[in-house]
C-alpha cells in the first residue's frame, strides 16, 4: 500500500508534516488544504489567510506548512473560509444571494 505523506494503513487521509517542506507556493498550499490555486489568492486578498512576510501584490506568496496544518485542523476557520469564498465567487459572477429581486411594475 502507498505509504505517501497523505495516507496511512486505516485508509483515512492525514498529513505527516515532516515528509513536507517547510513552506509550500500558493498552488502547493492549496492542494493541502484541498481546494482550487485561485482560493489561496483570494483568501490572501482578503486577509483571511497571511502569506509568510510581506511579498509584493505580484509577487510569489509562501504559506508555512505548520501553520496550514493548524488551520486545516480548526473548524471554525474553514468554516469562515467557505464563507468568504461563497461570498467572493457569487460576487464575481455577479449572482445575488437568494430569490432573485421582483422586476417593478410598469404603470
Not at 3 to 8: E, L
Not at 54 to 59: G, I
Not at 75 to 99: M, Q
Request: charged residues 25%.
Amino acid at each position: 500500500m502507498n505509504q505517501g505523506p497523505f495516507n496511512n494503513q486505516s485508509g483515512v487521509a492525514v498529513v505527516d508534516t515532516r515528509s513536507l517542506p517547510a513552506c509550500l507556493d500558493a498552488v502547493a498550499a492549496a492542494r493541502f488544504l484541498g481546494w482550487p490555486p485561485y482560493f489561496m489568492s483570494m483568501l490572501a486578498r482578503v486577509g483571511h489567510l497571511k502569506p509568510l512576510g510581506k511579498p509584493a501584490q505580484n509577487a510569489r506568496k509562501w504559506y508555512a506548512t505548520v501553520e496550514l496544518d493548524r488551520l486545516s485542523r480548526d473548524p471554525v476557520w474553514l468554516d469562515r473560509a467557505i464563507r468568504i469564498l461563497d461570498r467572493l465567487v457569487r460576487e464575481a459572477n455577479g449572482k445575488p444571494k437568494g430569490k432573485e429581486p421582483e422586476e417593478p411594475l410598469a404603470s
